[in-house]
């Protein structure tokens, strides 16, 4: 485990620099003589590299990756209100772009935006690398290799920091020296091919995996070791082999078809290397993933699987206890996690996301339809778990009762009518928790019928005092389907796919997958998305993986989404179900939900004593979405542009 640290303070001295006077990458100022004060000392540099921690710490967002919102609410993941001037609202309202102020208002504070911020951590780890060597910084005096291990730690987070780059970004400078201010930036500040700069990342976390232990123990304990180098070697890996940088967009047997999913606008330095499909790029990811699970092997890593099958109190008959602790629970930030944040909301935070009669709450962060319909029916004749679209053709799934059966996971993750929340039931058909679906913002009640269960705590009430709880940024089921889906797509072996799978399923008390599985790629491939879909939901996944496999511009969802839009309106969102399509189309322009509709007669979920059935519905918050090809990235702020002209824009910004 790996949390970041919250103490460490901030040092000035060579590093910190005035916002006013900054360029993207900072160059090298004369303050030697102060250099070689600090590099002569080993506890100055220790101190160096614990503020390398606290920016992880301030600038790896978690559950609000958006000014208090999830990032999940930006694609089909979560529906969202108007609280805190819906920073989500605004972005998909068109309103965001590289002006700092635009930026500011998604991003928080200044306005400089994920780009300045991570450059100026990655100048730090220059720093820290080029000063160690040039001024011969001595060892601790009494733990000898602890200065190696320091300095492992700068290689990490020098990788970590463009990794979060290439995220966000998605093409950038690799900064891996300090520069001279006699140096003119056009020389070197000027974007360059994802998989270059994957490769010298890679360097980097190699480096740092050599440097430091398989596991952090006694005073070193919760520092970055080499799991956590070679999980973000895996993921960084990963990225750059999807379609967004391998091949191009996918057509309908899953063939790379060389079209670029931004289209006409896309103007990428590496755009000709992208389009070119290179399996190679698939097996980096195998040996990456493999590298990793020998850890797992060693036993420095496993699933949680504490608590059992008990049902955790106050919460019905559905969620068992194991699903909703794990996140509290040591031995899950010890085995499980990978890399972990402190700053877990408290309080607060519940408060926010509990509907409003639980306490004040604003529903703020809520599931939608296409999340719920990624639950799997459990089919014990088979032992073995069904898409819902599947179940139905089976006769294991009812739309009309659609919350029976479904994957243990669901209860623990979603609040849907009649279940049990802090022991009182949730009725979003009637009362102050009432669905509001209409075009208006100002409202804390839910548009899609459903609110958050996942990180709340079972027992919080607003006198409650509930201490943060951690987030975990990566955590080994990642990793285990990162490994499932290279090994498809390399035509690798299928007995490993399926037990990455079904070992995170058991956990979750879930059943296998079907015996289909075995003989078909693409069915294979439906089981791999959903999984990561369910195992990662509100984990800041969903909403890169549309992105990086080009889902959002994709020839088949545009179709799907023409098909779907010559239905009624009012009636498309059910009778595209009813009409046995399959998922929503994933062009992220529009999201659904689940209306509870009064039918004594009928009725089969029950809610307060009262019979209803239910309907699935549109959301008309925004319909459409406004999501582009630009939307493909997030721009750099435009200042740093004007100062850099070599750096180039992010497409369609």
């Known amino acids: 485990m790996n949390i970041l640290n919250k103490a460490a303070a901030l040092l000035g001295l060579i590093l910190c620099v005035a916002p006013s006077c900054s360029d993207f990458l900072e160059r090298e100022d004369d303050g030697k003589l102060q250099e070689a004060e600090v590099f002569a000392r080993f506890d100055k540099v220790n101190q160096l590299v614990t503020q390398l921690y606290s920016d992880m710490y301030r600038n790896s967002p978690g559950l609000n990756m958006i000014y208090s919102y999830n990032i999940g609410t930006l694609c089909d993941e979560l529906e969202f209100n108007n609280a805190d001037n819906a ?32 450059y100026q951590s990655i100048r730090k780890a220059n720093k820290i690398i080029a000063g160690v060597k040039q001024y011969n910084t001595p060892d601790h005096p009494s733990r000898p290799g602890l200065l190696s291990k320091r300095i492992g730690e700068a290689y990490f987070f020098r990788a970590y920091y463009h990794y979060m780059i290439l995220r966000f970004h998605g093409e950038m400078v690799y900064s891996d020296r300090v520069y001279s201010l006699e140096e003119d930036p056009a020389s070197y500040a000027v974007r360059e091919s994802v998989h270059a700069s994957v490769e010298k990342m890679c360097r980097d976390l190699d480096e740092a995996a050599r440097r430091l232990p398989a596991k952090q123990e006694g005073e070193e304990f919760n ?67 493999e590298e990793f699970m020998k850890l797992v092997e060693e036993g420095r890593y496993a699933l949680y699987s504490e608590d059992g099958e008990d049902i955790l109190e106050n919460s019905g008959d559905k969620v068992y206890k194991r699903l909703e602790q794990m996140f509290r629970k040591n031995s899950f930030y010890q085995k499980e996690a990978i890399l972990t944040l402190t700053n877990g909301k408290d309080t607060r935070w519940i408060q926010d996301n509990v509907p409003a009669s639980f306490g004040s709450g604003q529903t703020r962060n809520q599931p939608t339809q296409e999340q719920v319909d990624m639950y799997e029916v459990i089919d014990n004749e088979a032992n073995c778990g069904w898409d819902i679209y599947t179940a139905k053709e089976k006769g294991l799934y009812d739309d009309a009762n659609p919350y029976v059966n479904r994957d243990p996971r669901f209860y623990r993750d979603i609040v849907y009518a009649g279940a049990i929340l802090q022991g009182k039931e949730y009725n979003p058909a009637d009362g102050s928790d009432a669905l509001t679906n209409t075009s208006g913002t100002d409202t804390r009640n839910t548009r899609t019928g459903y609110a958050l269960r996942k990180f709340i705590h079972n027992d919080w009430s607003q006198t409650a005092s509930i201490s943060g709880m951690p987030f975990p940024l990566i955590r080994l089921p990642e990793i285990m389907l990162v490994y499932a889906e290279a090994l498809n797509e390399t035509n690798g072996d299928v007995a490993t796919m399926r037990s990455m799978l ?37 984990e800041n996944n969903r909403y890169f993986t549309v992105r990086y496999k080009g889902i959002m511009t994709n020839p088949a969802e545009l179709s799907r989404e023409e098909s779907y839009l010559a239905m009624p309106v009012e009636t498309r969102a059910q009778a595209w179900f009813d009409g046995g399509n399959g998922q929503y189309p994933q062009t992220q322009h529009y999201v659904h939900g689940m209306q509870c509709v009064r039918d004594e007669a009928n009725g089969k979920v029950v809610v307060n004593g ?8 549109e959301s008309k918050q925004l319909a459409p979405r406004k999501v582009l090809s630009r939307d493909y990235f997030f721009p750099i702020n435009s200042n740093e542009i004007a100062k850099t002209p070599s750096l180039v824009q992010n497409p369609g910004w």
């Open 87 to 118: 920073p989500a609202l605004k972005i998909l309202n068109g309103q965001l772009s590289a002006d700092p102020a635009a930026i500011g208002a998604v991003y928080g504070g200044s306005g400089y935006g994920w780009w300045w911020t991570y």
């Open 223 to 289: 520092r970055i070791d080499k799991g956590t180098c070679l999980a973000v070697k895996t993921l960084a890996r990963w990225i750059a082999a999807q379609p967004l940088y391998n091949g191009g967009l996918l057509d309908e047997e899953g063939n790379h078809t060389g079209i670029s999913p931004l289209g006409e606008i896309d103007n990428r330095a590496g755009l000709a290397e992208y389009m070119t499909y290179d399996d190679n790029r698939w097996k980096a990811v195998v040996s990456a993933a």
């Open 502 to 538: 079904d070992q995170i399923r058991e956990r979750s008390f879930m059943k296998p997958v079907p015996a289909s599985f075995d003989g078909d790629k693409a069915v294979r491939r439906d089981y791999i998305e959903r999984e990561r879909r369910v195992e990662l939901f509100f």
């Open 610 to 617: 009262k019979k209803y059935r239910m309907e699935r519905i």
